[in-house]
Antibody
Framework: QVHLVQSGAEVKKPGASVKVSCDASGYTRYFIHWVRQAPGQGLEWMGIINPTGDTTNYARKFQGRVSMTRDTSTSIVYMELNSLRSDDTAVYYC?????????????WGRGTLVTVSS | EIVMTQSPATLSVSPGERATLSCRASQSISNNLAWYQQKPGQTPRLLIYGASTRATGIPARFSGSGSGSEFTLTISSLQSEDFAVYYCLEYYNWPPWTFGQGTKVEIK
């Protein structure tokens, strides 16, 4: 059962930006994380946004290139990644916990495949 | 930042046998550890949180143990549907959240 609904696959050229959305209706009090997985690779945490959308924290690797926003009127969370490179090709997941008080990832979106290719 | 190291990278096990997967943290993380199962083309599935608590709907053949910096996921009798990649995640000293690199459990 999918609780977080993500936008569809994207194909981008190197240097472009991509914006992936995650419908977090029903999770308005929850922090939302973004995790990515390159083909054949492991899981990599990218960052987190708080319930009100006014606080974010990004993994050091992505600082300056990623932006996470949250539209509280629609419950949509966005992850924008700029200056795309071929090694940004990955499935991008939004995830959250099963309670606002828990900090592990219990619920995941289906993932959004972002392909970066010239 | 905490580094999570999983071993082995690949574990070859026959159906019905026990599988033991390890996860080591570079510093103590108390019991703030989760385990996930991921099958090809699928989303990660939470198995264990708090190092030893099974998530809702997870079969009893999955068990987690450990605290501090050494953790173990045990699958008591492997079923065909258990062949997958398993990841540990620490959520003690966030941010960041850190995953292990994964252990692939394959059919022997």
């Amino acid at each position: 059962q999918v609780h977080l609904v993500q936008s569809g696959a994207e194909v981008k050229k190197p240097g472009a930006s991509v914006k992936v959305s995650c419908d977090a209706s029903g999770y308005t009090r929850y922090f939302i994380h973004w995790v990515r997985q390159a083909p054949g690779q492991g899981l990599e945490w990218m960052g987190i946004i708080n319930p009100t959308g006014d606080t974010t924290n990004y993994a050091r690797k992505f600082q300056g290139r990623v932006s996470m926003t949250r539209d509280t009127s629609t419950s949509i969370v966005y992850m924008e990644l700029n200056s795309l490179r071929s090694d940004d090709t990955a499935v991008y997941y939004c995830a959250t916990s099963d309670s606002p008080a828990n900090w592990y990832f219990a619920l995941w979106g289906r993932g959004t495949l972002v392909t970066v290719s010239s | 930042e905490i580094v999570m190291t999983q071993s082995p990278a690949t574990l070859s096990v026959s159906p019905g046998e026990r599988a033991t997967l390890s996860c080591r943290a570079s510093q103590s993380i108390s019991n703030n550890l989760a385990w996930y199962q991921q099958k090809p083309g699928q989303t990660p599935r939470l198995l264990i949180y708090g190092a030893s608590t099974r998530a809702t709907g997870i079969p009893a053949r999955f068990s987690g143990s450990g605290s501090g910096s050494e953790f173990t996921l045990t699958i008591s009798s492997l079923q065909s549907e258990d062949f997958a990649v398993y990841y540990c995640l620490e959520y003690y000293n966030w941010p960041p959240w850190t995953f292990g690199q994964g252990t692939k459990v394959e059919i022997k």
